[in-house]
């Protein structure tokens, strides 16, 4: 095989429909546009940019144009050998500050490389140490605004074990949807551990501690950065303990100098990657920094269309924990987003998400645009 010379050609910007709200704000519609890389012999890789506005690092506008003004890339058969390598020298090619485009390119270089060694992408980023078939990857659900407790007996119903709520700041309201969930879980037959909880740092610090004990009582297998990182790891650091396992998750994109900090007070149990705001190779590293020193690591989605959750789904694979389900149940952006409207994964079945067997990211849901 010689040496390819891939060039790099995106798409139209479109909007997908969504509606979610965070303490963080709301959002009705994201930006996204799919990112081809493609060679001479007819291969073509493809990723998805969409960091969604407000939340990720970086903006779409610039991001578009960082990846429109980047030249062929070239591939030689030994940079097959060590795909992580590879990976990490395409993503390099745009700014670290441009992380959702670094993943985007990353992405359509696994769907290429994994289409030229006929394996499909998420055996690319395997540790070398842990070679061999991946296992199926537990799941947690989003549940919705309305009716949280209707949602999670149809969540449960379908295979999830593992049911995620958005603490928003009225934490009387808060209780009394917590109480009805968990009477629910109780009733399925599920206990401590299916409930996982995420304030998106919207608790202050002064509540912070009657907060945390309040929540404890349901028992959730994280709760994900209750307040700003730097006013938690001062509050722990003082002598404080957390009566939950604290997650991280923002605060890995949006102040990543508190990491080191955040793992140093011992009291984090899980780091929460979203690849689309953190580039392919930052999820690696900090996973690798987290295992480290004994943390597990979840992936999440951050709301892409198909392609960009495949790929997020093939990082998790890789990575993820077998123990701490991964925020992947499929988001509402993935059915406007298809050729086939309400197109469902076939990798994700009764609340796991399962390894595919054909190369790169061409599976029958990430359809090409």
Request: hydrophobic content about 40%.
């Amino acid at each position: 095989m010689r040496a390819a010379r891939c060039r790099v050609r995106l798409e139209k910007r479109r909007e997908l429909e969504l509606n979610h709200t965070t303490s963080n704000g709301s959002w009705t519609s994201r930006p996204s546009a799919l990112v081809h890389l493609f060679s001479k012999d007819g291969t073509t890789g493809t990723g998805e940019l969409a960091p969604l506005p407000g939340y990720s690092p970086d903006e779409f506008d610039a991001a578009y144009e960082a990846l429109s003004d980047l030249g062929p890339l070239e591939i030689d058969p030994p940079d097959l050998a060590k795909p992580r390598i590879l990976l990490a020298r395409i993503e390099a090619m745009v700014p670290r500050s441009l992380p959702s485009a670094r993943f985007a390119l990353s992405s359509a270089a696994m769907d290429w490389v994994g289409q030229q060694e006929g394996i499909p992408a998420w055996e690319l980023l395997i540790p070398p140490t842990e070679a061999g078939k991946a296992d199926s990857v537990p799941l947690c659900a989003l549940l919705p605004k309305d009716d949280p407790a209707g949602a999670t007996r149809a969540l449960v119903g379908a295979g999830y074990t593992c049911v995620k709520y958005k603490v928003g700041k009225d934490l009387k309201q808060a209780t009394q949807e917590l109480k009805a969930i968990s009477e629910v879980l109780t009733q399925e037959g599920l206990g401590g551990g299916s409930l996982r909880l995420d304030a998106n740092q919207g608790l202050t610090a002064k509540e912070l501690g009657d907060a945390l004990k309040a929540l404890s009582e349901y028992a959730p297998d994280i709760l994900e950065e209750p307040i700003a990182s730097a006013e938690l790891v001062a509050w722990l650091s003082a002598g404080n303990t957390s009566p939950c396992a604290l997650g991280i998750d923002e605060s890995l994109f949006h102040a990543p100098s508190m990491v080191k900090a955040w793992l140093g007070t011992h009291q984090t149990a899980a780091v929460v990657l979203k690849p689309t705001c953190l580039g392919l190779a930052r999820c690696l590293d900090i996973a690798e920094q987290a295992r480290s020193v004994g943390v597990d690591v979840t992936v999440s989605h951050c709301f892409e269309g198909a392609i960009g959750y495949t790929a997020v789904a093939a990082v998790a694979i890789a990575i993820g924990s077998r123990k701490l389900p991964s925020g992947l149940a499929p988001p509402s952006t993935l059915s406007v987003s298809t050729k086939r409207a309400g197109a469902a994964p076939p990798f994700i079945a009764a609340g796991y998400l399962t390894p595919w067997d054909t190369s790169g990211l061409d599976t029958e849901f990430a359809v090409r645009g």
